[in-house]
């Protein structure tokens, strides 16, 4: 099998090539042998899951070979794997298979130019190379003795695919050392496996200390020289830059890769200052594209937290725009015929009113054929309007990139960016922003399809909720409910009351485990509930058994906290149930806020045969009572029992201030700014007729009653609505 890769190699005039074997679960391809390749990077890449994104695991999920003629091509097709290895080369990757059975794949990549396409002669050799692979492989599982991977991918010794004379070395050190520039071989690892006196003298080391070592051991670290000797490695094209020795001599190398290595070229700087300006290639020092593709990777990390457009949009725009030089960025989407922006930063509000809701500009067919998929840049305003001669200039741009958001094969969106002069856009810079935008695209979609969840849990639960509670006489009530902030999912808190008579009430309140929309469905089934046991004329206790016998039927793994409290208005009496419920808070006028025991019993959903016992609660006139879930009071790292006291210390009911605004009061001086779960708050009071609390909250009734009288009236409504 060996043998079959080294000449796949040396047969398609590939640089490197990898045989990736399906692992014994069947889910993962791993990377069994390998030539050309680094070390370190053959380990990065030599465990990959079948559906990950990238090219072997493609092809061998989808059984056909795939071809990605440079880097761009690899950026559009798997961002991910292009901001990986950010080089210059050709890719041919195909299933090994025999019959319907899928054994792994083989992958070979090869220097990239305009010339380079898949000939039949390359795909050719693929496909044999293929089928005898799949032959070994097949015929070893037959006889019992199956070839598995180890845990490191074999490195072949790339020496076998063309053999050199035995004496070649000799003559070439001979001949090297007469030259005044230095003169060095790397293998693929980067370590020195020849090296010339000129070489030696030009860094100031010995040679005998070098050998088998780095190159970079006799230059002050830079990353930018290990990723110029991967780009020879990968690309196959010459590359170079400029350091200084250890003495502070500022030198010139220029990297030839060649099948089994690299040679390198070491020139003082000014002797060789002009040649290197004439270097044609990719291979300038150019320290901001090491600086790039450090922040493309730290980019994919941080956008797995996004759960917004706009929140997309920052974290590219912090990332980017300055490496790039970007001066606005923004997320465009289209619906019926007209562009929408989604998000955007560095644009000005009037640029983007001006463009939002615009109808979709048409390109110059004739001239500019359109393309979705691919994306487009341009250098000048010039460019722009010569591709779209519709197109408006909303703001002081000057030179843009579109990048098509694409997932799952289908477009979601476009990406601008913009910058405010002109702007050339090499090759490097086309294909990292190329990839950029895979990422922008998964992150966008993700955010979208969060929003819709988002938007849809809230419209369930706000819907199972009640929109509005009953007035009953001698009872003044005031309800919040604040959803935990966005980024969080949505909860299963709720409350309610029910009317049992004219002076009979039943309030209730709840937390569903679980912050989902089965949570938010939950939550309206166990509400539903508690209101049939309610309004049925059982007692408190009852009404939590009963609740808790159907949830246990309804969900069998979730959990629900609840307390429920029956009103004798007339009594002045309040009798409370517990089903791990928080206590609630009374306040009685005079005295300091009292924290109930309310003996509660086991959530809603544990055992059928929970019992819950009733605790009876004077409520004279005026007295205040508070139901809440944990959202209000819960903070990491703070005792659970010292958050209800602190929340009962704050709790100062005053005669006459109405219970809404004791509601926001306490809302407010919770922790809502980091707010990771849902608020409900229910307030009760005591304001029976004859009462000072009961004088006041009828006087309050009837100005409201008069003023709606009058706003209808002044529609016409007045006498209906008398009536």
């Known amino acids: 099998m060996d043998e079959l890769l080294i000449k796949a190699v040396a047969g398609t005039?590939?640089?490197?090539g990898a045989v990736y074997l399906v692992a014994e679960d069947g889910e993962v391809l791993l990377m069994d042998a390998q030539v050309g390749m680094p070390a370190r990077a053959a380990r990065a890449w030599a465990r990959i899951r079948r559906n990950d994104p990238v090219p072997v695991a493609a092809a061998v999920?989808?059984?056909?070979?795939?071809?990605?003629?440079?880097?761009?091509?690899?950026?559009?097709?798997?961002?991910?794997?292009?901001?990986?290895?950010p080089y210059h080369y050709a890719a041919a990757i195909s299933p090994i298979r025999t019959g319907d059975t899928v054994w792994g794949g083989l992958v070979l990549l090869l220097p990239s130019g305009p010339a380079t396409m898949l000939s039949r002669r390359l795909r050719t050799i693929m496909d044999a190379t293929c089928t005898r692979i799949g032959e070994v492989l097949r015929e070893a599982a037959d006889e019992g003795h199956p070839i598995t991977p180890g845990p490191r991918p074999r490195v072949l010794d790339p020496r076998l695919v063309h053999t050199a004379e035995p004496n070649g070395q000799l003559v070439a050190m001979e001949c090297l050392n007469r030259l005044p520039e230095g003169y060095c071989?790397?293998?693929?690892?980067?370590?020195?496996?020849?090296l010339t006196t000129s070489a030696s003298?030009?860094?100031?080391?010995?040679?005998?200390?070098?050998?088998?070592?780095?190159?970079?051991?006799?230059?002050?670290?830079?990353?930018?020289?290990?990723?110029?000797?991967?780009?020879?490695?990968?690309?196959?094209q010459v590359t170079s830059f400029t350091g200084r020795n250890k003495d502070g001599r500022l030198l010139f190398f220029r990297l030839f890769p060649g099948l089994t290595g690299i040679t390198v070229r070491i020139t003082p700087d000014e002797t060789d200052h002009d040649l290197a300006r004439h270097v044609p290639e990719t291979g300038t020092d150019r320290p901001t594209r090491v600086i790039a593709l450090h922040e493309m990777l730290h980019l994919a990390t941080t956008l797995a937290r996004a759960v917004t457009a706009q929140e997309v949009v920052d974290l590219v725009a912090d990332h980017v725009m300055p490496v790039y030089n970007v001066q606005a960025l923004a997320i465009l989407t289209s619906g019926a015929g007209r562009m929408r922006v989604a998000a955007s930063r560095g644009y000005s509000r009037e640029a983007v009113e001006e463009f939002d809701g615009r109808p979709v500009v048409p390109p110059a067919s004739e001239r500019h054929p359109y393309d979705i998929g691919k994306p487009a840049f341009f250098s000048s305003w010039d460019e722009l309007r010569a591709a779209y001669p519709d197109a408006l200039r909303s703001d002081d741009m000057s030179a843009w990139a579109f990048l098509p958001l694409i997932t799952s094969g289908r477009p979601i969106g476009t990406c601008v960016l913009a910058y405010d002069r002109p702007?050339?856009?090499?090759?490097?810079?086309?294909?990292?922003?190329?990839?950029l935008a895979g990422l922008i695209a998964q992150a966008f979609e993700r955010a979208r399809l969060y929003d819709v969840k988002h938007q849809l849990a809230q419209c369930l639960q706000s819907s199972l909720l009640p929109r509005t509670l009953p007035e009953v006489p001698g009872l003044e009530l005031a309800a919040r409910y604040v959803p935990a902030n966005p980024g969080m999912d949505i909860g299963g808190d709720f409350y309610d009351?029910?009317?049992?008579?004219?002076?009979?009430?039943?309030?209730?309140?709840g937390d569903v485990q679980g912050h989902d929309v089965t949570a938010a469905a939950l939550m309206g089934q166990v509400r539903t509930a508690i209101r049939a046991h309610a309004t049925g004329g059982a007692t408190p206790g009852e009404v939590l058994a009963r609740t808790n016998r159907l949830l246990i039927e309804l969900a069998p793994d979730r959990f629900t906290s609840c307390l429920y409290v029956s009103l004798d208005l007339e009594r002045h009496i309040a009798c409370l149930a517990s089903a791990g419920?928080?206590?609630?808070?009374?306040?009685?006028?005079?005295?300091?806020?009292?924290?109930?025991?309310?003996?509660?019993?086991?959530?809603?959903?544990?055992?059928?045969?929970?019992?819950?016992?009733?605790?009876e609660l004077d409520l004279p006139p005026g007295s205040v009572l508070t139901l809440y879930t944990d959202g209000l009071i819960e903070e990491p790292g703070l005792d659970l029992g010292e958050s209800i006291a602190d929340l009962a210390e704050r709790f100062t009911p005053i005669p006459g201030v109405p219970l809404h605004d004791l509601a926001e009061s306490l809302i407010e001086e919770a922790s809502v700014d980091q707010r990771a779960d849902d608020i409900a708050v229910l307030l009760l009071r005591d304001a029976t007729r004859g009462s000072a609390y009961g004088n006041e909250v009828e006087h309050r009734l009837a100005r409201r009653q008069r003023h709606d009288a009058e706003l209808d009236a002044a529609d016409g409504r007045g006498p209906a609505l008398a009536e």
């Open 497 to 509: 009351l029910i009317r049992l008579s004219d002076t009979m009430v039943a309030a209730v309140i």
């Open 61 to 85: 999920r989808e059984r056909h070979m795939i071809w990605l003629s440079d880097r761009e091509h690899m950026a559009r097709a798997f961002p991910t794997a292009a901001l990986a290895l």
């Open 185 to 194: 071989s790397l293998d693929v690892e980067g370590r020195v496996t020849f």
């Open 13 to 16: 005039g590939a640089h490197i």
């Open 581 to 615: 419920h928080l206590p609630p808070l009374l306040g009685r006028p005079g005295k300091p806020a009292q924290v109930i025991d309310t003996s509660p019993g086991l959530l809603l959903g544990i055992d059928p045969e929970a019992e819950y016992a009733t605790t």
């Open 423 to 435: 702007h050339h856009f090499s090759t490097d810079e086309r294909a990292t922003l190329t990839a």
């Open 201 to 236: 003298d030009l860094l100031g080391i010995c040679s005998s200390e070098l050998l088998g070592e780095r190159l970079w051991k006799a230059l002050p670290w830079n990353p930018v020289f290990e990723d110029r000797h991967r780009a020879a490695v990968f690309s196959r």
